[in-house]
């Protein structure tokens, strides 16, 4: 793709930016641009959640977050829009009464941006959304390694004997294969649990923790090193519930938990992931009804920023195009 020819947002100093365009950050549609570098698609779907439901408006939410983003990110020292195109997929139709049909249109959806773009990044919806997502990457890149930021270990096994909800698709993925269970990594975990067996059963799964204890505890650098231990050079997805923030930070969510990370904190952790081969990544649960201030969609917004940085790092400093 020819670096002349991507197509950012309008420029915010001459067109204001609560204007223009509805899409993330105001970039082009994909429809309008064929082809891009990065899509950001938005999955509105909340048929998978335990407790407050609303995370299907997330994805419109968060494009209103997203308006504030300037083209040049200081610390990652990174221009995306330059860098490579990325463009707005829309949102996938999803049947909000079926949850086989959901999670087979969410798979294909994937699938089908995917011939469009070389990485996806999703906006959520509940956290059921990862699992055909995860599916869709592992068809493309094989097994990742999984950085999950989340107040929950999303491993349980079932609910009300159902097991596709918000709280078990990364059960689910281990049982289907697609993730590098040596490489895998749940940070910022702090929820109370239904019982010790939780730790044990999520650890025979394979994954190692970092808590929400542990990054206060040990600092943003420690946490960054475990990581970059654990995830070497493995292709990495990066699933961030929004609810791995405090309340504080972003309280339009379904299921918080008081004691998380600052929105500070999940910046530098993420910007500690720079030069990972980052494949694809989901934004979720963010849920507006429960939102003051435009704050948990600001953040994910945000988040989904960082994310368009640590691509856009690695386009520049290797010059691989991945393909599209
Ligand atoms: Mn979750």
Redesign the pocket.
Known sequence: MNPDSFIGPPDGRLVPRYTGPDTFARLPTLDGVGRADVAVVGVPFDSGVSYRPGARFGPAAVRAGSKMLRPYHPALDVEPWKVMQVADAGDLAVNPFSMGEAIAAIEAGATEIQGRCTNLIAIGG??TI?LPLLRATAARWGRVALV?F???L?TWDTYFGEPYT??T?FRRAVEEGLLDLDCSVHVGTRSPLYARDDLSDDARLGFEIVTATDVATDGVAAAVARIQQRVGRRPVYV?I?I?VLDPAHAPGTG?PEPGGLTSRELQLLLRGMDGLDIVGADV??VAPAYDHAELTALAAANLAYEVLGLLARRRGSTGVDGGA
């Open positions: 509940d956290h990862a999950h989340d107040a929950h999303d918000h709280g698709p699933s519930d609810d299921t979720v649960e």
